[in-house]
């Protein structure tokens, strides 16, 4: 067992299935051979002819699944599709980037009242001083914050 960790996992794969093919063979053939009804016997036969025709095959398709994916919906049913099969219509294909744009939409529109509520915080402390009685330069001079400290007590 220690020889398997070492290869690749396809590979690997396939020697673990090659070895339960063998144990079910040897098992069917253990069974055939303790003498069962013979039409059990029969089907057991056709059945193991019929595995190993279709083995070579099974090991010859790619081990790469496709998805089944709901592609659209009409009336309560859904409609599946494999995974890019380009068989759903276009307008299906583009209310898929739907979500999207509502995204990037509310972000912009989010960024934009951001925006507009720091205009309004600076227009606020703009109007404020200007209508204070302080000149405009008393606000630059470094005593001023002392002054403000005075005036919060």
């Known amino acids: 067992m220690n020889n398997l960790t070492k290869l690749n996992p396809d590979r690997r794969v396939?020697?673990?299935?090659?070895?339960?093919?063998?144990?079910?063979?040897?098992?069917?053939?253990?069974l055939q051979s303790a003498q069962p009804q013979r039409d059990v016997e029969e089907r057991l036969r056709v059945a193991r002819e019929q595995a190993l025709a279709l083995a070579p095959r099974a090991r010859s398709?790619?081990?790469?699944?496709?998805s089944q994916s709901i592609v659209g919906g009409a009336g309560g049913a859904a409609i599946v599709g494999g995974a890019g099969d380009g068989q759903a219509p276009w307008w299906l294909r583009l209310s898929s980037l739907m979500p999207l744009a509502v995204l990037l939409l509310?972000?912009?529109?989010?960024?934009?009242?951001y925006t507009q509520s720091q205009i309004e915080a600076a227009a606020e402390v703009d109007a404020a001083i200007l209508a204070d009685?302080?000149?405009?330069?008393?606000?630059?001079d470094p005593g001023f914050v002392e002054y403000l400290k005075g005036e919060s007590r």
């Open 14 to 30: 396939e020697i673990l299935q090659e070895r339960f093919a063998r144990r079910v063979a040897a098992a069917l053939t253990e």
């Open 61 to 66: 398709v790619p081990r790469t699944a496709r």
């Open 106 to 113: 509310g972000l912009v529109l989010i960024d934009d009242r």
């Open 133 to 140: 009685d302080l000149p405009p330069e008393a606000y630059g």
